[in-house]
């Protein structure tokens, strides 16, 4: 187990609605980074947050927003889901000191948009 | 042209055979390299981290990096049921933690 958790585990959203995804990291982490998974395809980097700021951001649209909070929590927000959206989102944590840095990935959340 | 390539067939062998899985890759600034397992319904897993060219061996596990070929390798030795699933590999360059990942294969073993 990587000590990363994730809420919830499934979620069902219609097209237009608003989701917000939550993650646990390892303690101590001070890192986060998310990560969407459509079927069949690698994990696409959406964006990470280092204490508590924004720290690069892929290739995705500003309605997918994100928060980092001190107790090594955060959160993913997407605004008005479209069906391209359904896919399995991954937030993994890690410590970043010198130039190694390990990311620890959590179960995910299953999001289905109808 | 994709970032990282990876063949994204499915494999299916004997137990105890060699499963060898490999990606290329464009971007001459990665310099780190991984391989992740992931079972089904699961998040992926941290199997093997190398860093620049050369080998790396762990268990039943060793990793190999071309930067001259641009070009990882995964081998399992021995394979076990246990070892299916999908194999991602992932990449990043110093000073960008951002991972860029091969769409994975999906490894099954016969018993």
């Known amino acids: 187990e990587t000590g990363v958790t994730q809420s919830p585990t499934h979620l069902i959203k219609t097209r237009g609605q608003q989701v917000t995804l939550r993650c646990s990291s390892q303690s101590g982490h001070n890192t986060v980074s998310w990560y969407q998974q459509a079927l069949g395809q690698g994990p696409q980097f959406i964006f990470q947050?280092?204490?508590?700021?924004?720290?690069g951001r892929g290739n995705f649209p500003p309605r997918f927003s994100g928060l980092q909070f001190p107790n090594y929590s955060s959160e993913l927000n997407v605004n008005a889901l479209e069906l391209d959206d359904s896919a399995l989102y991954l937030c993994?944590?890690?410590?970043?000191?010198?130039?190694?840095?390990?990311?620890?990935f959590g179960p995910g959340t299953r999001l289905l948009v109808l | 042209q994709k970032e990282v390539e990876q063949d994204p067939g499915p494999l299916s062998v004997p137990e105890g055979a060699i499963v060898s899985l490999n990606c290329t890759y464009s971007n001459s600034a990665f310099q780190y390299f991984m391989w992740y397992r992931q079972y089904s319904r699961k998040g992926p897993e941290l199997l093997m981290y190398?860093?620049?060219?050369g080998n790396k061996e762990d268990g039943r596990f060793t990793a190999q990096v071309d930067k001259s070929s641009k070009y990882i390798s995964l081998f399992i030795r021995d394979s076990q049921p246990s070892d299916s699933a999908t194999y991602l590999c992932a990449m990043s360059a110093r000073g960008n933690n951002r991972l860029a990942f091969g769409k994975g294969n999906q490894v099954v073993v016969i018993p």
């Open positions: 993994a944590s890690s410590l970043q000191q010198g130039a190694r840095e390990t990311q620890y």
């Open positions: 947050y280092y204490r508590e700021e924004e720290n």
């Open positions: 190398t860093y620049s060219s």
